[in-house]
């Protein structure tokens, strides 16, 4: 396997699909996913903020997710 990016960026880019799952599983409900994630509701959060998940609380349609 030919890794391309850092153990860091993989760590994050994992992360970040994490949350987006965790997110539209729970119909972008914060609370749920944070619970689901075993993390804070503020750290959750924080790792939206930081990945750029705006408006990761619509989900009911999984494709409304909008990433920057």
Do not use: C, F, W
Request: avoid cysteine; proline fraction near 1%.
């Amino acid at each position: 396997m030919i890794v391309d990016k850092g153990l860091k960026e993989q760590v994050q880019e994992l992360e970040r699909e994490l949350i987006i799952s965790a997110l539209r599983l729970t119909d972008g409900n914060q609370a749920r996913a944070a619970k689901a994630l075993k993390v804070s509701e503020r750290v959750l959060r924080y790792k939206i903020r930081k990945y750029g998940l705006k408006d990761a609380t619509n989900l009911s349609n999984p494709y409304r997710i909008v990433v920057h």
